[in-house]
Structures are given as C-alpha cells and as structure tokens.
C-alpha cells in the first residue's frame, strides 16, 4: 500500500460527458502527479501540482483539467469523453517538487462507451 | 525527438538465472533515471532511483547500472523468482523538469 488513494476505482461513462477522479495523497507530500495508461500509449505524464500551484504540464488535452486544494488533495476533470479517453488514470504523489521517487496510487480506469 | 526504449516488450527467463533489462534513451540529458515494477492492474512501485554520477547501484537482489556515454541503463534481477514476474519500467527526468518520462516497459516472466 502506497499510501496514495484514488476514487472511484471503476468508472464507466458515455461520450461527452464530464466526469472527476479524486486522489488524496500520502501524508506529508506535496506534490501529486497525474499519468493517463493506455495500451498503445504506455505511462503518460499530464500535469504535476504542488502544494496548491500548477508545476509543470505534460500531454494534457484541453479538455482535461485539474487542480489541487489546500488540503492537497487533487482532482482531474475530463470533460467532452471521447472513446479514445478510456485508460487508467494513475495519481502519484513525491515529497519535493522534483520528480524523485514517486508513490503510485491504485489508478481509476476509465471506460467510455 | 526525445525517446526511451526498453529492449523488448516480453522476456521470459528460468527460474534462478539473471534477468536483465535495458533502458536506451536519445534526446535526453536526464539527472537520474528510475526503475519501476508494475503489476497488472496496478499502479508503478519505485524500486531504484540512479543519478548521473553514479554507475552502479544495488538493493538486494536487484542492480542497476548507468553509463550516460551510452544513454543506457541496465536493470538486473539476480536469482530470479516467478515472484518477480511483472513488468518493469524505466524513468528519466529531463533536467530542471519536474516530471518523469517512461519508457513501454519490459514483462518479465520468470518460469518455474
């Protein structure tokens, strides 16, 4: 166990629609980190938050937003689903605003149907 | 473009032999790379972290080597277990970035 905890587990949705995945980091860290996996995709970094400030942004579509709160836990928003959208999301969370060693969450995957 | 590759994406290996994974990356001039292991379904689990001064490095039964000359890193496993079985992935930063990249992975297989 991680420590980091994500919600829901499973998520099963339509095209076009708007849905939220919730990650509560480990105690004591900072910064959280989102990744969508797919298949064809592998482990794709998106956006990194720390301590409530955007940090750095990687492949994240327009239609994909987050945030972090003072109580640092963070939400991904994916709005306009589009099939191609089904993956696993994978929060992590790191200690520092550097990108050592970090603590995988147990990921939400998403369906779109 | 930057790129990571990790040498293929299945190996299978007897029970007790070393395994080893291999890590290329171009484009890169990272500050350290990592090694992940994920299990199917789950989230990646940090298993070793090396910087660019360091050529070796080892915890347990695992070890890890990187020459920046090459842009290589190899992972071992030394008395490979079935328990090991899973895919590992390799990660590096870019420096003054403050995210990972990832390579596809490796599924290792380690047959009884």
């Known amino acids: 166990d991680s420590g980091v905890t994500q919600t829901p587990k499973h998520l099963i949705t339509a095209t076009g629609q708007r849905v939220t995945l919730r990650c509560s980091p480990r105690?004591?860290?900072?910064?959280v980190y989102w990744y969508q996996q797919s298949l064809d995709q592998g482990l794709q970094f998106l956006i990194q938050y720390y301590n409530g400030e955007e940090r750095a942004k990687g492949n994240i579509l327009e239609r994909f937003s987050a945030q972090q709160f003072p109580d640092l836990h963070s939400e991904l928003n994916l709005s306009s689903l589009e099939l191609g959208d089904s993956a696993l999301y994978f929060c992590?969370?790191?200690?520092?605003?550097?990108?050592?060693?970090?603590?995988f969450g147990p990921g939400t995957r998403l369906t779109v149907l | 473009s930057q790129k990571i590759e990790q040498n293929s994406e299945a190996l299978n290996i007897q029970e007790g032999k070393t395994a080893t994974l291999t890590c290329n990356y171009t484009?890169?001039?990272?500050?350290?790379l990592q090694w992940y292991r994920q299990d199917p379904g789950r989230g990646p689990v940090f298993l070793l972290l090396?910087?660019?001064?360091?050529k070796e490095k080892r915890k347990e039964r695992l070890k890890v080597t990187f020459d920046t000359t090459l842009k290589q890193s190899l992972f071992h496993i030394t008395a490979s277990q079935p328990a090991d079985s899973a895919t590992y992935l390799c990660a590096l930063d870019r420096t003054g970035a403050n995210n990972l990249f990832f390579g596809t992975g490796t599924r290792l297989t380690v047959i009884p």
């Open positions: 484009n890169y001039s990272p500050a350290y």
């Open positions: 105690s004591g860290d900072l910064s």
């Open positions: 090396i910087r660019e001064n360091e």
């Open positions: 992590a969370s790191s200690f520092g605003t550097s990108s050592n060693e970090q603590f």
